[in-house]
């Protein structure tokens, strides 16, 4: 089936670096998209991206949807303690009843 | 709108045992969805409705699992018998179609002893 890789698993940072995440897939993708999971809740969309090659920001995100259609990529600027989280992309396939296929996530921790 | 709900929020139980876990979904929402979570394998699809009607049960592990979905705001996942790799977080998410933004609950932690 398919599947997304992202590494690593866990990323250290300090509060205000920027950070970089990305994805992979060994399949084509229609639709890209991020989420944020914090402890004790469910995952919350943070981008969705429709095109190849499309670039969207949200706030200090910025994530931008692969020309080949099989990655894209999540920075966070200028980092603070409130971002630490799991970040899981998500692909999309089109079809009237596709359905999201997540990666594993990874863990994002902010040394104040 | 109160969101996604789910209950319980935490089930400890005892291997053997039956566990159903509720969902209620966002309202005008068409799509239900019903994932687990573990270290091992991330989120994964167990099954997903559409107006009430089961879609894609294909993600669904064994014949132990099922799952309902009688109204348009109400569903259950249910494991019966439950076994000790149940244990993991189920998550329930509605949408307005099944290429809109999927709108997660707190999720149900599970412990099976």
């Known amino acids: 089936g398919q599947q997304l890789n992202q590494s690593p698993q866990s990323m250290f940072i300090q509060e205000g670096e920027d950070v970089s995440m990305n994805c992979t897939s060994s399949?084509?993708?229609?639709?890209w998209l991020w989420y944020k999971q914090e402890p004790g809740e469910g995952p919350v969309l943070l981008i969705a991206?429709?095109?190849?090659?499309e670039l969207t920001s949200n706030g200090r995100l910025t994530a931008q949807f692969g020309i080949t259609r099989k990655d894209s990529f999540l920075n966070i600027s200028a980092s603070i303690p409130s971002d630490v989280g799991i970040y899981f992309c998500a692909g999309q396939s089109h079809g009237a009843n596709s359905k999201l296929t997540f990666g594993k996530g990874i863990t994002l921790s902010v040394r104040p | 709108d109160a969101g996604v709900i789910q209950s319980p929020r935490h089930e400890v139980t005892e291997m053997g045992q039956e566990v159903t876990l509720r969902c209620k979904p966002i309202s005008g929402h068409d799509y239900l969805f019903w994932y687990r979570q573990t270290m091992m394998r991330g989120l994964e699809l167990l099954i997903y409705?559409?107006?009430?009607?089961?879609?894609?049960d294909s993600g669904m592990p064994e014949d132990r699992f099922s799952a309902k979905m009688p109204n348009a705001s109400f569903s259950t996942l249910k494991i019966q018998p439950s076994e000790p790799r149940d244990s993991a977080v189920y998550f329930c998410a509605s949408s307005f179609s099944v290429t809109n933004e999927q709108f997660f609950g707190p999720g149900t932690r599970l412990t099976v002893l």
């Open positions: 399949s084509i993708f229609n639709t």
């Open positions: 991206l429709y095109k190849a090659g």
């Open positions: 409705f559409n107006n009430n009607v089961p879609i894609d």
